[in-house]
């Protein structure tokens, strides 16, 4: 059974940090591409950052030079280190992994910015 299961969500003040964590089970972590999504209320679901089974990253032009995504295959995990955070971030966030046509979903964990 494949699990995606994320964690570090939370109330944070405006410039603030979070880190958040993604554990996967059931699946082959190394080869699938991980990546972090978000949805904030009445707006539709949208790509925040992703990283390949190489590494190579790509993050949304909102979150560039603030949010930083990593992974361990190790500890089949995949990171979200985000700082300076603003009120816009203010959203659902949800793990997702992805190799060719089959994709996972985490059930998503809340963060909340204040202003």
């Known amino acids: 059974q494949v699990q995606l299961v994320e964690s570090g969500g939370g109330l944070v003040q405006s410039g603030g940090s979070l880190r958040l964590s993604c554990a996967a089970s059931?699946?082959?972590?190394?080869?699938?591409?991980m990546s972090w999504y978000r949805q904030a209320p009445g707006k539709e679901r949208e790509l925040v950052a992703q990283?390949?089974?190489?590494?190579?990253?790509n993050y949304a032009d909102s979150v560039k030079g603030r949010f930083v995504i990593s992974r361990d295959s190790a500890k089949k995990s995949v990171y979200l280190q985000m700082n300076s955070l603003k009120p816009e971030d203010t959203a659902v966030y949800y793990c997702?992994?992805?190799?060719?046509?089959?994709?996972?979903w985490g059930q998503g964990t809340q963060v909340t910015v204040s202003s």
């Open positions: 997702r992994s992805a190799l060719n046509y089959i994709e996972y």
């Open positions: 059931g699946i082959s972590f190394s080869v699938y591409a």
């Open positions: 990283i390949t089974s190489s590494g190579r990253t």
